[in-house]
């Protein structure tokens, strides 16, 4: 089964209206049809980039996470150019629902919402322990139609809020960009990250419309006979019985692996994508890292992550000695500062 949705990157241009002057930064329009598998979809929203201030976007005061890569669950229609351009009236169909959850509410809330379903969570740029924010994406077993949106968007927004989850109103747009999973360059933020996928059947909009209802309205007064007297019975809904699922306990060892072995990938794509003059700094807090989470338990094959680096750093342009020696910098470093710190998620993953 795969999923289509369309990326889109940062675009710089000046503004031609007459208002501030200077550069104007915003998203691209023109976006970038992708369809994925499961596994791909997974990677991409559980694999966090790591992001530092570039010196032309501190400059211009650009805070970091407009810059950051933006996707949306989406077929947009083609137009007489070839292009897929983003705005609500091009969205044929919605691949996913994806609850923008920006509260403050327990992440462990969030796997109760999702258990027996196929599911991602992911926590965003803004997010710390002591408030949480995430992203949790149900794909679709078969996608909704555009004009349909706004009843789907509803009802899970209903469904989440059974399970005390607020989803954040100004994402109801069906071509609403969301930005992929990425964190500051700031050690306890990278620690704070926290992605998760979860098996099980896709959710069936169709189904998510049939049991959460809109709310029926009141009847208005008809001037005959008795007057109605109150708002009419809620809807049923179905209620979630804690016994009919078996909560998945959260294993910690794997999870501490699995976010490790996604901190090599990340670094290692960071580094192979940087220009001259900001390669060896990312080699050698690539290699503090990985032997922080070596020294942690979470990453056995040290070698094997330092050679993704190297490789890597070698796609960059640096040589054979400097990469060496600069690993090497970075893994005494490691070694001095001391195992990673993982710290729970939330209470209730510690299984």
Same mark, same amino acid.
């Given at each position: 089964?795969?999923?289509?949705?369309?990326?889109? +990157?940062?675009?710089?241009?000046?503004?031609?209206?007459?208002?501030?002057?200077?550069?104007?930064?915003?998203?691209?329009? /023109?976006?970038?049809?992708?369809?994925?598998?499961?596994?791909?979809?997974?990677?991409?929203?559980?694999?966090?980039?790591?992001?530092? *201030?570039?010196? @032309?976007?501190?400059?211009?005061?650009?805070?970091?996470?407009?810059?950051?890569?933006?996707?949306?669950? *989406?077929?947009?229609?083609?137009?007489?150019?070839?292009?897929?351009?983003?705005?609500?009236?091009?969205?044929?169909? /919605?691949?996913?629902?994806?609850?923008?959850?920006?509260?403050?509410?327990?992440?462990?809330?969030?796997?109760?919402?999702? $258990? #027996?379903?196929?599911?991602?969570?992911?926590?965003?740029?803004?997010?710390?322990?002591?408030?949480?924010?995430?992203?949790?994406?149900?794909?679709? +077993?078969?996608?909704?139609? #555009?004009?349909?949106?706004?009843?789907?968007?509803?009802?899970?927004?209903?469904?989440? $809020? $059974?399970?005390?989850?607020?989803?954040?109103? @100004?994402?109801?747009?069906?071509?609403?960009?969301?930005?992929?999973?990425?964190?500051?360059?700031?050690?306890?933020?990278?620690?704070?990250?926290?992605?998760?996928?979860?098996?099980?059947?896709?959710?069936?909009?169709?189904?998510?419309?049939?049991?959460?209802?809109?709310?029926?309205?009141?009847?208005?007064?008809?001037?005959?006979?008795?007057?109605?007297?109150?708002?009419?019975?809620?809807?049923?809904?179905?209620?979630?019985?804690?016994?009919?699922?078996?909560?998945?306990?959260?294993?910690?060892?794997?999870?501490?692996?699995?976010?490790?072995?996604?901190?090599?990938?990340?670094?290692?794509?960071?580094?192979?994508?940087?220009?001259? %003059?900001?390669?060896?700094?990312? /080699?050698?807090?690539?290699?503090?890292?990985?032997? @922080?989470?070596?020294?942690?338990?979470?990453?056995?094959?040290?070698?094997?992550?330092?050679?993704?680096?190297?490789?890597?750093?070698?796609?960059?342009?640096? #040589? @054979?000695?400097?990469?060496?020696?600069?690993?090497?910098?970075?893994?005494?470093?490691?070694?001095?500062? %001391?195992?990673?710190?993982?710290?729970?998620?939330?209470?209730?993953?510690?299984?």
């Amino acid at each position: 089964m795969t999923w289509t949705i369309a990326r889109t +990157a940062l675009l710089v241009r000046r503004d031609p209206s007459g208002g501030e002057p200077g550069p104007k930064w915003e998203h691209n329009t /023109v976006c970038t049809p992708l369809t994925l598998s499961w596994r791909e979809l997974e990677a991409l929203l559980t694999t966090p980039s790591v992001r530092s *201030v570039e010196p @032309q976007f501190a400059a211009l005061g650009l805070d970091p996470k407009r810059t950051l890569p933006a996707w949306m669950p *989406v077929v947009l229609r083609e137009d007489e150019l070839g292009r897929h351009m983003r705005n609500d009236g091009n969205v044929e169909v /919605v691949s996913a629902l994806v609850m923008d959850l920006d509260a403050g509410e327990p992440l462990e809330r969030c796997r109760e919402l999702a $258990a #027996g379903r196929l599911a991602i969570c992911h926590t965003s740029w803004s997010h710390t322990l002591a408030h949480p924010k995430a992203r949790l994406v149900f794909p679709l +077993a078969e996608p909704a139609p #555009g004009d349909m949106w706004p009843q789907v968007w509803a009802a899970g927004s209903r469904w989440a $809020a $059974a399970h005390g989850l607020t989803i954040d109103p @100004q994402t109801k747009s069906r071509s609403h960009l969301y930005f992929l999973p990425a964190v500051p360059d700031e050690p306890q933020r990278q620690r704070d990250f926290a992605a998760w996928s979860l098996a099980g059947p896709p959710l069936r909009w169709p189904s998510l419309l049939a049991d959460w209802p809109a709310r029926e309205s009141v009847p208005p007064p008809t001037g005959h006979g008795t007057p109605p007297l109150g708002p009419a019975e809620p809807p049923a809904r179905r209620l979630i019985d804690p016994n009919d699922w078996a909560r998945p306990r959260f294993d910690r060892d794997a999870h501490k692996r699995t976010f490790a072995q996604r901190v090599v990938n990340a670094r290692a794509d960071e580094i192979a994508g940087t220009k001259e %003059g900001d390669r060896n700094r990312r /080699v050698y807090r690539a290699a503090t890292a990985l032997t @922080q989470l070596h020294l942690a338990g979470a990453l056995p094959g040290l070698d094997a992550a330092l050679a993704s680096i190297t490789t890597a750093a070698g796609t960059a342009g640096l #040589g @054979q000695s400097e990469i060496a020696s600069t690993i090497a910098s970075g893994v005494r470093a490691g070694t001095t500062n %001391g195992p990673w710190q993982f710290e729970p998620l939330t209470g209730g993953d510690r299984g």
